[in-house]
């Protein structure tokens, strides 16, 4: 398959100016356009060909859901595969689901969150090339990393070639946190890379196969349909909520920093109008805020403390109202919270070491490290990754 030259079409991304307002993300730039939307760069590599697509609710072209955008314009997509939360419809975090039929175009779906997390040698028959486009929000904890690594494996396995279709990062503009360590490598983070990243999910396919991480050291024959007019400065608004509770542009922005909560006994907003915009627990005695969750079909079906008031934290505006926060995980929260909660010995399970990628960050908070004392030793991390990112940046 005939690769497209990524460097010359970045070359005439770069003739557009453009001013970058980094602290100002609520200003969308309109000339920005996904992969999915250069029609001309990626059709002649679909035309005539069986089309598998990796999609969901927030894989959109032009105000279309990509597979419909595709079969309108004589692509033949054969088959769909979809990751969490589902393609059309909306299934809660960590909610298993099989195999179906989509009721508008009557492919059929293979569940990649269910019995399998791989598309199995069968899934992939009778297709000539697969394509990937799926809005990432560029946080390590994001299933849809795993998902597209993969996809990435079978495809190599296979032999058939992958098409991403790139999206923009909306927390492309940093990176931050502790690097995976091996040992602690599962769906929620496979790979050696910080919670933050800073690479669109394109640039990681890149990095996936550049740096040999796909099993057995396999490489898939990949192809990437960048974003125009686009780099990791640039604000951008997501048309569409990427996932069921990530619905808001705060909520994706605090996602780095409050989801290690989903490590612990606190809840996050999970059955309110503003998960990942708050935090409490019916124990807790600090705050003026409260919330009481409840159950919604499609986001958070029973979400901890169903029905109890919590007591905690109202973060919706932080951002706004302080942006010194911008651009950095917020540990002082987590470590404030394990203080008001009185070391709560039960105060983490066991899933947060996988959140965090190790057993050192929950062994520093309970040591009563300071924020600055815990930020510093990430720091060799960081900076050996930094050198790892800068090989497979397609926007500087």
Aim: charged share 20%; glycine share 10%.
């Amino acid at each position: 398959m005939k690769r497209q030259n990524l460097g010359a079409v970045l070359k005439g991304q770069r003739r557009s100016f453009f001013i970058i307002f980094l602290f100002f993300p609520f200003l969308v730039l309109a000339q920005v356009r996904p992969g999915a939307e250069d029609t001309a760069a990626y059709f002649p590599l679909l035309k005539g060909k069986r089309v598998g697509i990796v999609a969901n609710n927030a894989s959109v072209s032009e105000g279309m859901n990509t597979v419909d955008f595709l079969l309108a314009r004589g692509i033949r997509v054969k088959r769909i595969f979809s990751p969490e939360h589902g393609f059309r419809s909306e299934s809660e975090a960590g909610r298993e689901f099989g195999d179906s039929r989509d009721p508008v175009t009557g492919l059929r779906i293979v569940s990649l969150y269910g019995s399998r997390k791989k598309p199995a040698l069968a899934d992939l028959k009778g297709l000539d090339i697969m394509v990937f486009d799926i809005q990432d929000v560029g946080v390590r904890f994001y299933t849809y990393l795993s998902t597209l690594a993969y996809v990435m494996e079978a495809c190599a396995e296979k032999q058939i070639p992958l098409l991403v279709l790139d999206r923009p990062d909306p927390n492309g503009f940093y990176i931050d946190g502790p690097v995976l360590e091996k040992e602690y490598a599962s769906f929620v983070g496979l790979h050696p890379v910080p919670v933050v990243y800073g690479m669109t999910i394109g640039e990681y396919a890149c990095m996936v196969n550049g740096e040999s991480w796909l099993k057995n050291g396999a490489r898939c024959d990949l192809t990437v349909i960048p974003v125009a007019n686009y780099n990791h400065g640039t604000p951008y608004d997501l048309p569409v909520k990427p996932s069921p509770n990530l619905a808001s542009r705060d909520a994706i922005f605090l996602y780095p920093s409050l989801c290690f909560f989903e490590g612990t006994i606190m809840s996050v907003g999970r059955g309110t109008p503003y998960p990942f915009e708050v935090l409490g627990h019916p124990d807790m005695t600090s705050g003026t805020f409260s919330f009481t969750p409840r159950s919604i079909p499609g986001a958070s079906l029973h979400p901890p403390f169903e029905g109890r008031e919590c007591r905690g934290k109202d973060l919706r505006g932080v951002l706004r109202d302080n942006p010194a926060l911008r651009g950095k995980i917020n540990l002082s929260w987590l470590i404030e919270t394990w203080r008001d909660m009185g070391h709560d010995t039960t105060f983490f399970n066991g899933y947060f070491n996988r959140l965090a990628g190790n057993a050192t960050l929950k062994q520093q908070i309970i040591r009563g490290l300071t924020e600055d004392e815990i930020r510093e030793s990430w720091k060799p991390g960081l900076e050996a990754f930094t050198k790892i990112r800068g090989k497979y940046l397609l926007y500087k």
